[in-house]
């Protein structure tokens, strides 16, 4: 069973990056989809971005639109999210999580943003914004 394992995670000053990277082992890495999904203290976990099995669609929140990229290295197991200019309501932690239904990604954002679609879920790695 593939298992997805986050890292990267820490504190950061408002307008600074950071990348996360989503190693995954047990499976076929480039079979999933994979998206990126965050949690505030007491919030709902809300979508953030996603990218197909290749590499060559993604899709992202509004929110992040401009400033976060999501990418793969299938050759590495591993995805990455790249987030720039972060603001401190961007403080969550962050999860990734897999798809292994490679079509849904296509059917438009009230699919692949649709945590409960997605079947193996990461440990989160915690974010912090400071201003």
């Known amino acids: 069973q593939v298992q997805p394992v986050e890292s990267g995670g820490g504190s950061v000053q408002a307008g600074g990056s950071l990348r996360l990277s989503c190693a995954a082992s047990?499976?076929?890495?480039?079979?999933?989809?994979v998206g990126w999904f965050r949690q505030a203290p007491g919030k709902e976990r809300e979508f953030v971005a996603v990218?197909?099995?290749?590499?060559?669609?993604?899709y992202y929140a509004d929110s992040v639109k401009g400033r976060f990229t999501i990418s793969r290295d299938n050759a590495k197991n591993t995805a990455y999210l790249q987030m720039s200019s972060l603001k401190p309501e961007e403080t969550a932690v962050y999860y990734c999580?897999?798809?292994?239904?490679?079509?849904?990604?296509?059917?438009?954002?009230?699919?692949?943003?649709?945590?409960?679609?997605?079947?193996?879920w990461g440990q989160g790695t915690q974010v912090t914004v400071t201003s």
């Open positions: 999580a897999l798809d292994q239904d490679n079509f849904r990604i296509y059917g438009g954002s009230s699919y692949y943003s649709d945590a409960t679609l997605y079947e193996y």
């Open positions: 047990g499976g076929t890495f480039s079979s999933y989809v």
């Open positions: 990218v197909n099995w290749s590499g060559a669609f993604t």
